[in-house]
């Protein structure tokens, strides 16, 4: 786990209601072409019954991130879906990226057809290790970016 990663997972756990799985293995299913992913986070939020999948780079280069967001059905959420026990079934989903601030309006413009499903937050914003942290209030996952 890196530095930016470790600041993700430093945010995302500030708040008690969520449990964490950092690096979460969603095999692949030959049968089904679901799943063959490895999520940075996999995140149970209680208080939101929502549940999160979170992907954190520092790389100018995110199209093969954002190719995942487009594949997200198959690769992260029907897999994860079907491997949840009842508790779980009726909870929604959500994706959300950390990236490199001067990536954040061009992975916004890329993902402005499904911007209810997906976040993308500036690492700037949660870098508490490199001394600029901006947290927000609720250490939010989801921004509906308009």
Same mark, same amino acid.
């Given at each position: 786990m890196?530095i930016y990663?470790?600041?993700?997972?430093n945010?995302?756990?500030?708040n %008690?209601?969520? &449990? /964490?799985?950092?690096?979460f293995?969603? @095999?692949?299913?030959?049968? %089904?072409?679901?799943?063959g992913?490895?999520p940075? +986070?996999?995140?149970?939020d209680f208080?939101k019954?929502?549940?999160?999948i /979170? !992907?954190?780079?520092?790389?100018?280069?995110?199209?093969n991130l954002?190719?995942?967001? *487009?594949q997200?059905?198959?690769r992260?959420i *029907?897999?994860? $879906?079907?491997?949840l026990?009842? &508790? &779980?079934?009726s909870?929604? +989903?959500? #994706?959300?990226? +950390?990236? $490199?601030? @001067? $990536?954040v *309006?061009?992975?916004?413009?890329?993902?402005k057809n499904y911007?209810?499903? #997906?976040?993308?937050i500036?690492?700037? %914003?949660i870098?508490? +290790?490199?001394?600029?942290a %901006? &947290? !927000? !209030?609720?250490?939010?996952?989801?921004?509906?970016n308009e």
């Open positions: 890196d990663e470790e600041a993700v997972l945010y995302i756990t500030s %008690n209601n969520r &449990f /964490v799985n950092p690096q293995n969603i @095999e692949w299913n030959k049968e %089904n072409k679901t799943g992913s490895l940075d +986070f996999v995140v149970l208080s019954q929502t549940i999160y /979170v !992907e954190v780079t520092k790389a100018y280069d995110i199209k954002l190719s995942k967001v *487009e997200r059905q198959k992260w *029907e897999p994860i $879906r079907k491997s026990d009842d &508790f &779980f079934k909870w929604e +989903f959500h #994706v959300t990226l +950390f990236l $490199r601030d @001067e $990536r *309006e061009y992975a916004l413009n890329k993902t911007h209810k499903e #997906v976040s993308i500036s690492l700037k %914003n870098n508490c +290790f490199l001394g600029n %901006n &947290f !927000e !209030e609720d250490n939010i996952l989801q921004i509906y």
